[in-house]
């Protein structure tokens, strides 16, 4: 049981080592505070290993009766899904500290720097670690602050509009988040985990909006919540505020990504039982992460700075997190979060080593122009189909059979093997260009390798869904509230392969030089779209404009209402 | 009876007697406000020694404890000086006068809050600049407060009732009564602001305990209105201030009608909404010093763009800034947040229209204050500004308003009075929705 409290209280040690001493032992101390860092990592992974062979932790200072008479009341409760969260969050916070240290060496305000880093992944466990609404929000909100301070260099006006944009853009949604707790707390008359999804499940609540609309009291608390969970993880529309960090330092970014944007999948996971009762929150998280999802992703490939690219393909991600999480599929979000949390600090680490060669090497990176092919042969056209249409079927055929998966009953799965063949598809797709000059031998390599990764991935994942949730009903009865109508889901289906599979064919057949007819106004519409995105859909200056239309506003109520005081 | 009369007057008359001895060192700045701090830590003293020997208002004792602790802290922030002087003696007049009305009944109690709303507009008619000049707003609405004060100890129910309401409308700003709010937080003298923004308003919540339980619906329901007004009026004011002190006044005022709009709901003032009004005076009263330390440097009513880095040149400061103004925007883990969440887990909501503009107005904070924060302590560091960290007066001061603001932030609501809310609450909420009682 101590062992789950000494993984905060190691973190906090590091800080305290960082922030306090002379300035003679500064990077001493530095590299002293590593050790309970890592420390830390250790005590994550024996808490996730004692979860998963004991079950959950309680920890509580405070007595359940009496919880809101406690400000906050302190207490832990690590499941699988906290352990897994403090695992990710220690090895990757072991890896950032230890190159913030080198990164950071001889910077005036490495000192504040790195205590900060220590403090953030602190609060980040002692996020995801909570017992209760009450503490989760309140690490939710010093997380909010952090964020603003981690931007580091504040004599730059740049960082600095950046974080105060983070700073405000996130309080809206954490103000939504208080109002979620409040609704909860009198609707249901606790703040307790377990005993809120037991409430509300047993006691359904109407709420009248306003005559004739009526809501449900769990849609109501969901979608608060959800607005929360939005903020945090850099959803549409709340995104801005993740590009408008990107002036702080890499290792930031790289806690960042890897941590602090997952809290907003995190919170929908540790609510799911109250999302499972919502079946119209989970299709607003499924519009809405759609919707981040392809815009983040545009996004992404029109910039033209790795950090903003890098920026972009986060919120994408996260669109397609939160996604996942609107068909019901909440572990697959999870096992997302945290591999895209891996990936995406590794990127990010890296990413200084990518610029600077980039200065040195004019050719870096390398252009990888050859002579275009000016037929397509055989060995192309066969291994594009079984790409796109064997592996598919043959992905079908084993889920159904061997994994016994009922496909034709889950959505969710059907959109989850969907994803499968696309992104996979498209990653060979990008990697071989399937030029016809690839000899067999290459072709059945990358095929053969993109199988054992769409199958282990396909294992992978049903292992971390009965590991995350060991009662299969618990996630049928997710899948089933997040089922859209029959009819919009399949031609939701149906649409998105014909785009892509046309999309594809246009942009291998551009690829090869040849020449597509297409009418003038769609080129002209193409341009314009890729200006449009490039920009970002200029919604900082929608925002920047929007900002200043208020404060003229607030000037002239000002004006006109002063003259007593004043 | 008689024992009990006899600790309140001690309790109020420990400081008066200190202005009164203070008085003595009148030619020696240093010693007066030496003079002056240890009366009244000896008044907080005597507050926790006695504090089982008479009547706890409904509101709870933290009041009582806050009112020395803040007059310490404001004195503690202002440099010895001449000039200073006579805002040192009234503070401890002040502090006198409003711990009388807190552990005194009628009629002792209303003729020492008649005589505070006096003394203070006699005050603003004195004081006033070039910068900040005289307002017949502010005066003319502390007059009203005494003549309420009288009105409540002369006249019958119903108009006395009204009358109470109304005063305490004026001591716990509510619209449209908050200009002596204003005008007292922007012209009093010395550190007379940093004291009065927790003295009148916890003065005005022990009214409000008062009088709520007894005032028709129709008038709560007007009072929720114009408390809502004031929470979003106050919010979108602060909003378009460059004027720090101006900024602090309409924020409070804005936190102060939230207090009002719950208050108004339930019909009581429970010791939750003295944590609320007494976090809330407290942090403002901190950002006040802090602001005075500013001045103090700087010049008064400097424009916060004009002075900017200050985070690089004078860290302590910066630092202790942040805290108070994380704590004064409402997030935890401060007492304000703390306050903020018992009223709303506490009280049922009247309307999730009030809610909403309760919240705004929760959310406008972290605009407002944080901008003026930005403004300050980061930015580029300007070489022609000379850059002083906090003398140990000044980091005494912040520092004590911080730890207090995280202590009442941490604390249970259940240590300054049992709070009755929470299980009536509860019963309430098992009727109304059928919640079965197995927590």
């Known amino acids: 049981m101590t062992l789950v409290l000494l993984v905060p209280a190691f973190l906090f040690v590091a800080a305290a080592i960082v922030l306090v001493g002379p300035d003679r032992t500064r990077h001493a101390r530095a590299k002293i505070a590593a050790y309970p860092v890592g420390i830390a990592c250790l005590g994550a992974v024996g808490t996730l290993y004692q979860v998963a062979s004991s079950g959950p932790i309680e920890i509580r200072s405070y007595n359940l009766s009496s919880v809101a008479s406690f400000a906050i009341p302190i207490g832990f409760h690590v499941d699988r899904l906290s352990a897994i969260m403090m695992t990710l969050i220690t090895s990757v916070s072991v890896v950032i500290y230890n190159y913030s240290v080198g990164y950071m060496f001889q910077d005036r305000h490495a000192r504040r720097y790195l205590a900060m880093i220590c403090l953030t992944d602190f609060v980040l466990i002692c996020m995801v670690s909570s017992s209760n609404l009450m503490m989760l929000f309140l690490f939710w909100q010093i ?104 002036f702080a330092p890499t290792p930031v970014h790289a806690l960042l990504h890897a941590g602090i944007i997952n809290a907003g999948g995190f919170l929908i996971n540790r609510l799911a039982p109250l999302f499972g009762l919502s079946s119209t929150t989970l299709h607003v998280a499924f519009v809405i992460g759609t919707l ?139 990697l071989t260009r399937l030029r016809q000059v690839a000899s067999w031998k290459v072709s059945s390599v990358m095929l053969i390798t993109l199988l054992f990764i769409v199958f282990v991935y396909l294992f992978a994942v049903e292992s971390f869904t009965a590991f995350l949730y060991p009662d299969p009903e618990e996630v049928a009865s997710y899948f089933k509230a997040a089922a859209l109508p029959d009819w919009l889901f399949d031609l939701m289906i149906v649409m998105a392969t014909l785009l892509t599979v046309l999309g594809w064919s246009y942009l291998y057949l551009r690829a090869h030089g040849r020449t597509i007819w297409m009418p003038a106004w769609i080129d002209g519409v193409r341009i314009r779209l890729y200006v449009l995105f490039m920009n970002r859909l200029y919604a900082d200056e929608i925002y920047q404009k929007l900002g200043v239309i208020l404060l003229r506003i607030l000037d002239r109520f000002d004006k006109s209402a002063q003259g007593w005081s004043r | 009876m008689k024992g009990g009369a006899l600790i309140t007057s001690v309790l109020a008359g420990l400081p008066l ?120 707003w502010g005066i003319g609405t502390y007059v009203l407060g005494a003549l309420c004060a009288t009105l409540s100890l002369a006249a019958n129910a119903p108009l006395s009732s009204v009358a109470l309401l109304v005063g305490s409308a004026v001591l716990l700003p509510l619209m449209p009564f908050h200009d002596g709010h204003l005008t007292a937080l922007t012209r009093l003298p010395g550190n007379l602001p940093s004291f009065i923004v927790l003295l009148l308003p916890i003065i005005g919540l022990h009214g409000l305990a008062t009088v709520l339980p007894t005032v028709p619906d129709v008038v709560a329901w007007i009072v929720s209105l114009f408390a809502l007004a004031g929470a979003f009026y106050g919010a979108i004011k602060a909003l378009a201030q460059t004027r720090v002190r101006l900024l602090l006044a309409y924020g409070s005022l804005s936190f102060f009608s939230m207090l009002w709009w719950f208050a108004a709901a339930t019909r009581t003032a429970t010791p939750r909404s003295a944590l609320l009004v007494g976090t809330v005076g407290l942090a403002t009263s901190g950002l006040l010093i802090a602001w005075q330390v500013v001045r103090t440097r700087y010049g008064d009513d400097i424009d916060p763009q004009a002075v900017s880095g200050l985070a690089s040149g004078m860290p302590q400061y910066a630092v202790l800034l942040s ?117």
């Open chain 1, 143 to 246: 997380l909010s602050y952090l964020l603003y301070v981690l931007a580091h260099n504040h004599g730059h006006p740049g960082t600095l509009a950046g974080a105060f944009k983070t700073f405000t853009l996130l309080r809206v949604a954490d103000t939504a988040f208080l109002a979620g707790i409040a609704l909860a707390y009198q609707l249901y008359g606790t703040l307790e985990f377990q005993e809120l999804f037991v409430r509300a499940a047993q006691t359904p609540i109407a709420l009248s909006l306003w005559p004739g609309m009526e809501v449900s009291g769990a849609t109501a608390i969901t979608l608060l919540f959800f607005v929360g969970a939005m903020g945090k993880s850099a959803q549409f529309p709340i995104h801005l505020w993740l590009p408008g960090s990107l």
């Open chain 2, 17 to 136: 007697l200190g202005a009164l001895t203070s008085l003595l060192f009148w030619s020696n700045p240093a010693r007066l406000k030496l003079s002056s701090v240890v009366w009244s830590a000896v008044s907080l003293g005597s507050i926790a020694g006695l504090s089982g020997q008479f009547v706890i208002p409904p509101e709870g004792l933290l009041p009582l404890y806050l009112l020395p602790l803040t007059a310490i802290i404001s004195l503690l922030g202002q440099p010895p000086h001449a000039d200073h002087r006579l805002s040192w003696i009234t503070t401890l007049a002040f502090l006198g006068l409003g711990l009388c009305v807190l552990t005194n009944q009628p009629p002792v109690s209303s003729l020492a809050s008649m005589l505070l709303f006096s003394a203070v507009a006699l005050l603003l008619y004195r004081h006033h600049s070039v910068l900040w000049p005289m307002s017949w």
């Open chain 1, 292 to 430: 981040t999802a392809i815009l983040g992703a545009t996004m992404m490939l029109a910039q033209n700075d790795i950090k903003k690219t890098l920026g972009f393909s986060t919120i994408g991600q996260m669109g397609y997190m939160i996604m996942e999480c609107g068909l019901g599929a909440f572990s697959l979000a999870v096992f997302h979060l945290v591999a895209h949390g891996l990936f995406k600090a590794t990127v990010f680490l890296n990413c200084g080593n990518v610029i600077h060669k980039a200065r040195q090497e004019p050719h870096f990176p390398h252009v990888d122009h050859q002579v275009d092919e000016e037929e397509l042969s055989r060995l192309t056209w066969f291994t594009g189909f079984i790409t796109t249409l064997f592996i598919p079927l043959l992905i079908l055929l084993v889920t159904h059979g061997v994994l016994r998966i009922p496909l034709l009953e889950s959505q969710g799965t059907v959109i989850f093997l969907f994803f499968i063949w696309i992104t996979s598809s498209q990653a060979i797709l990008t």
């Open chain 2, 323 to 439: 805290l108070l103004a994380l704590a004064a925007m409402g997030l935890p883990p401060f007492g304000v947040f703390a306050g903020f969440m018992g009223l709303l887990l506490s009280a049922p909501f009247p309307s999730s229209g009030g809610l909403v503009i309760t919240l705004l107005a929760w959310l406008a904070a972290s605009w407002y204050i944080m901008q003026m924060v930005q403004r300050l302590l980061f930015g580029l560091r300007r070489p022609e500004l000379r850059y002083t960290d906090v003398l140990r007066t000044e980091l005494a001061a912040l520092l004590i308003v911080v730890l207090v603001l995280l202590a009442l932030g941490l604390a249970p609501a259940t240590l300054f009075a049992p709070d009755q809310t929470m299980s009536a609450t509860h019963s309430i909420m098992g009727r109304s929705y059928g919640i079965g009682n197995d927590n």
